[in-house]
C-alpha cells in the first residue's frame, strides 16, 4: 500500500529539515510519499511546504493534505519529530494485516533532551526517562498516527474546532481507538525556550476539556494560577517554568469567554 506522510507546519523552519531527512531514510520510502501543509508560517517554512493554506491550526492542515494525499494509508507527523528508519514500515504493520484501522506509537522519545526546559515540559506532564508516553499506557489511543485513508475520508477528518484536542477528535468519530505498533520509534521535541514554552502552553490552554463549558472555564482558571506554583516548588528555573506555563494556559481559558480562535 502507498503511504501518505502529512506535515502540517507554522513557522517551524529550523526543525523541518531533520524531520525531512529522516523521513528520506526510511525503509518504506519507494512506497511513500511527504506532503508538507504550510499553515500560514512568516519564516522559511513555506518554502519547504507542497501545499499551502492561511493560519488556521493544524487538524485543518492535516485535512488539506489528507485531501490531496494519493496514499492508502496515511500518517500525521509534526516537523519537530525524526523517526528510527523503520518507523513508518513498523507503523503500519497492524494496518497491512487487517489488525486494525489505525495504529499509534507508544515508543515516542524526547529528542531534545540536552534542554533544561524541554526537560521541565517532560517533568511538569509527570514523564520520565526521557519517555513521552507513560510506561504503563494502554494499547490503545484516541490519537492515530497513521489511519486507513478511506476511513478517515469517510468521517470528514478531523474536527478544526476543538483547538488542541483536535487530533482527538478522529477516534471520537469513528466510535474506535487507535492500536499501539510495536517498535514503531521516534523522537519528539519539547519546546526549548521560555519563548516556546509561553506559546505551547497557549495552545493547550485552546483544550476543548479545559474549556468546554463555564464551569470547566472557571475551574481551570483556579487550577492553573501560577500563585499556586509558588507555593509548591523549590527549583527556582522550574519554578519560572511553571508560572509561565500556568500563565499561558490561564491566558487561554480566560480569552476563550471572549470567543479567541481555536488555531495554534
Not at 1 to 25: F, Q, R, T
Not at 41 to 68: F, I, V, Y
Not at 155 to 176: A, E, H, N
Request: glycine share 6%; with cysteine.
Amino acid at each position: 500500500m502507498k503511504v501518505s506522510v502529512i506535515i502540517p507546519v507554522y513557522n517551524e523552519e529550523k526543525y523541518l529539515a531533520g524531520c525531512l531527512e529522516s523521513l528520506k531514510k526510511q525503509t518504506v520510502v519507494k512506497d511513500m510519499e511527504v506532503i508538507v501543509v504550510d499553515d500560514g508560517s512568516t519564516d522559511g517554512s513555506k518554502a519547504l511546504a507542497t501545499l499551502h493554506q492561511g493560519h488556521q491550526g493544524p487538524g485543518a492542515a492535516r485535512n488539506l493534505g489528507a485531501k490531496n494525499a494519493r496514499g492508502e494509508i496515511l500518517v500525521f507527523a509534526d516537523a519537530d519529530m525524526e523517526f528510527d528508519p523503520d518507523f513508518i514500515e513498523k507503523l503500519i504493520a497492524p494496518i497491512l494485516v487487517g489488525k486494525t484501522i489505525g495504529t499509534f506509537s507508544k515508543e515516542e522519545y524526547l529528542l531534545n533532551k540536552d534542554n533544561v526546559w524541554a526537560r521541565y515540559w517532560n517533568l511538569n506532564l509527570g514523564r520520565q526517562d526521557n519517555l513521552m508516553v507513560p510506561r504503563d499506557h494502554p494499547d490503545t489511543a484516541p490519537v492515530f498516527r497513521a489511519i486507513l485513508a478511506a476511513k478517515f475520508i469517510e468521517v470528514g477528518g478531523f474536527d478544526t474546532t476543538v483547538g488542541y484536542t483536535d487530533d482527538w477528535s478522529l477516534s471520537r468519530k469513528l466510535g474506535v481507538k487507535s492500536v499501539a505498533a510495536p517498535g514503531a520509534k521516534f523522537y519528539h521535541r519539547n519546546p526549548e525556550t521560555l519563548a516556546e514554552v509561553w506559546r505551547q502552553s497557549r495552545w493547550f490552554g485552546k483544550n476543548e476539556f479545559l474549556t468546554k463549558n463555564l464551569v470547566r472555564r472557571i475551574y481551570n482558571l483556579f487550577r492553573y494560577c501560577p500563585v499556586w506554583a509558588i507555593f509548591k516548588i523549590y527549583d527556582p528555573r522550574f519554578l519560572l517554568f511553571k508560572v509561565v506555563y500556568n500563565s499561558a494556559v490561564v491566558t487561554s481559558v480566560l480569552l476563550s469567554f471572549f470567543g479567541e480562535t481555536k488555531s495554534k
